[in-house]
């Protein structure tokens, strides 16, 4: 459906738990956070009902994400659910990877189309360092297990900091070069923890860009499956490509095609605005299909023109990345 400002709403960002497997330092506290119970989050049954009712308002394409979805019991089941639903045309996924390659063909097998990964770094001790339990090795060999099995276009997002992993920018663009990955730069939004990841921490990725035009000849006009709101560009005789998004240098928002859902059901028509449409509570009401679909529609309603961040820094969100689905 088309909301107030005439953009086609088709595309539903799913948040199935709030819990994760590492704890990225700018996303999560270490001890703490993550912690709703199964009695607070959707049930998979009522997932899958509620992207059924989600197809009635246009929604045709959704994305798993959280917290670590791939730590969801029984997520494959969900996916399987998803794929049963005939308006839905594509299924994907948003992970950090570690726990993908035994789970990759069940995956596959119910209907994920497609994979993003989250990798800031391809330092092994870096790694550790962010996410203050994950290795390296994991992430990489949920990626090459991704290649294998054709989940193409298997993308990686790389939120790009400022005295963290800005020296490694070289160092993904030649991963992108050699194979054929999409690696897009993201810009560091101020969500999540800020007492130590602050405003200087933010670089604009045309910053990155001029960095990596210094050595690869970048070539415009790629479409790729499911692009959103990156900008893409070809490096010219490689085999991947480069993606730019940037939320903050050059904000998206009138192409913005999404609505969000949280683990514990509540709907948001944008990351950054905190008013949010409650479906658990109407779920556990007893509320019928046309009744959610109401919500739906109200949430659609709800979206801002667009995004206020470049005024957030310093600001306590009330929920974090994680809380609502990144
Ligand atoms: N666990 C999954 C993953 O790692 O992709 C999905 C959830 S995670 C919250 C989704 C994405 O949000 C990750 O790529 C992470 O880097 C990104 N993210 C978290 N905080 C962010 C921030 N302040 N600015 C930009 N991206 C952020």
């Excluded at 639903?85 to 119910?110: V, W």
């Excluded at 730069?185 to 035009?213: A, T």
């Excluded at 415009?220 to 490689?238: C, E, M």
Aim: one cysteine or more.
């Amino acid at each position: 459906m088309l909301d107030n400002y005439n953009r086609d709403i088709n595309y539903l960002r799913v948040s199935v738990t709030d819990r994760c497997n590492l704890r990225c330092r700018y996303c999560m506290p270490e001890e703490g956070g993550g912690n709703l119970g199964h009695y607070i989050i959707l049930s998979l049954e009522d997932l899958a009902r509620l992207i059924k009712i989600s197809t009635t308002i246009g929604i045709r394409k959704v994305r798993l994400t959280g917290g670590e979805p791939l730590v969801r019991k029984n997520i494959g089941q969900l996916v399987q659910y998803i794929s049963e639903i005939p308006e839905i045309d594509d299924i994907a996924l948003t992970s950090n990877g570690i726990l993908y390659s035994p789970m990759a063909r069940e995956l596959k097998d119910a209907g994920l189309n497609r994979i993003n990964f989250s990798l800031d770094t391809l330092s092994e001790e870096r790694y550790r360092f962010i996410t203050r339990r994950g290795e390296l090795k994991d992430a990489l060999k949920a990626i090459y297990t991704a290649l294998e099995m054709d989940m193409h276009p298997v993308k990686i997002n790389t939120v790009i900091i400022r005295g963290f992993n800005d020296t490694e920018v070289m160092d993904f663009a030649r991963l992108a070069y050699e194979y054929p990955l999409h690696i897009r730069f993201i810009e560091f939004m101020p969500i999540g923890d800020l007492h130590f990841w602050k405003e200087q921490r933010m670089i604009s990725v045309d910053e990155v860009k001029k960095q990596i035009e210094s050595e690869y000849k970048l070539e415009t006009g790629r479409i790729i499956k499911g692009n959103g709101p990156a900008q893409y560009y070809n490096l010219v005789g490689g085999q991947g490509s480069i993606g730019f998004i940037t939320p903050m240098s050059n904000h998206f928002c009138g192409l913005c095609n999404r609505i969000r859902m949280t683990a514990d059901g509540k709907l948001r028509g944008c990351l950054y605005d905190k008013r949010e449409v409650d479906l658990k509570e109407a779920l556990r009401a007893g509320a019928s299909d046309e009744e959610l679909k109401q919500l739906f529609i109200q949430a659609v309603d709800m979206k801002p023109a667009r995004h206020h961040m470049n005024n957030g820094w310093g600001n306590e969100n009330q929920r974090k990345m994680y809380q609502i689905g990144g």
